[in-house]
């Protein structure tokens, strides 16, 4: 096991809500990253935290947005849910120094909109 | 922007057959990782590459990377059933701000 948790496990929302998930990354960690992962499909990269700050955007709209605390967990919210959104959120934790970006991920979220 | 492309999408195998996998990049890559995804799971990383021609090896698995780090491999040797799930590679630019880019994965099926 990695030592990184999500929660929680799966959510099914309405399109139109709002939904929050919440990683804890693993001892040590500084930086959180955030993937969406479609049914048969890579990981697709949301953004980056490292040390609070943003650092990073894949292609996503402003209605994904993220936040991370002081111990380096982190939340993904996502604002006005649509239907292509259902998907597996992870969330990975890494060691951001030179060279040595190993991500550990997190079990995932399953989202599912309806 | 990069592009990570994997290839073959799906491989089936008879235990105790070996299995390649094969990743190419858009542009050149600062490093680039390897995970594997068990069916239900979520990826875990394996290995990480950084030098031009690098190969690295666990166990029964090979990793190499391009000569001009734009293209990588992973080769099992005598597959087992435990070495079913999707084998993902993804490629970091190298830029502060970027991230890595997954490919969309080899699935790797083994018979017994």
């Known amino acids: 096991e990695t030592g990184v948790t999500q929660s929680p496990t799966h959510l099914i929302k309405t399109r139109g809500q709002q939904v929050t998930l919440r990683c804890s990354s693993q001892s040590g960690h500084n930086t959180v990253s955030w993937y969406q992962q479609a049914l048969g499909q890579g990981p697709q990269f949301i953004f980056q935290y490292y040390r609070e700050e943003e650092n990073g955007r894949g292609n996503f709209p402003p209605r994904f947005s993220g936040l991370q605390f002081p111990n380096y967990s982190s939340e993904l919210n996502v604002n006005a849910l649509e239907l292509d959104d259902s998907a597996l959120y992870l969330c990975?934790?890494?060691?951001?120094?030179?060279?040595?970006?190993?991500?550990?991920f997190g079990p995932g979220t399953r989202l599912t909109v309806t | 922007g990069q592009q990570v492309m994997q290839i073959p999408q799906y491989q089936h195998v008879q235990e105790g057959e070996d299995f390649t996998t094969y990743c190419n990049s858009s542009?050149?890559?600062?490093?680039i990782q390897w995970y594997k995804q068990r069916p239900g799971g979520h990826p875990v990383f394996l290995i990480q590459?950084?030098?031009?021609?690098e190969v690295k090896k666990q166990k029964r698995l090979t990793f190499q990377f391009g000569e001009a780090k734009k293209n990588s491999s992973l080769h099992i040797t005598a597959t087992q059933t435990t070495d079913v799930g999707t084998y993902f590679c993804?490629?970091?630019?190298?830029?502060?701000?970027?991230?890595?880019?997954f490919g969309p994965g080899t699935r790797l099926s083994v018979l017994p």
């Open positions: 990975a934790s890494s060691l951001r120094s030179p060279g040595a970006y190993e991500q550990y």
């Open positions: 542009t050149t890559l600062s490093n």
């Open positions: 590459l950084v030098k031009s021609g």
């Open positions: 993804a490629g970091f630019g190298g830029n502060y701000g970027q991230n890595f880019v």
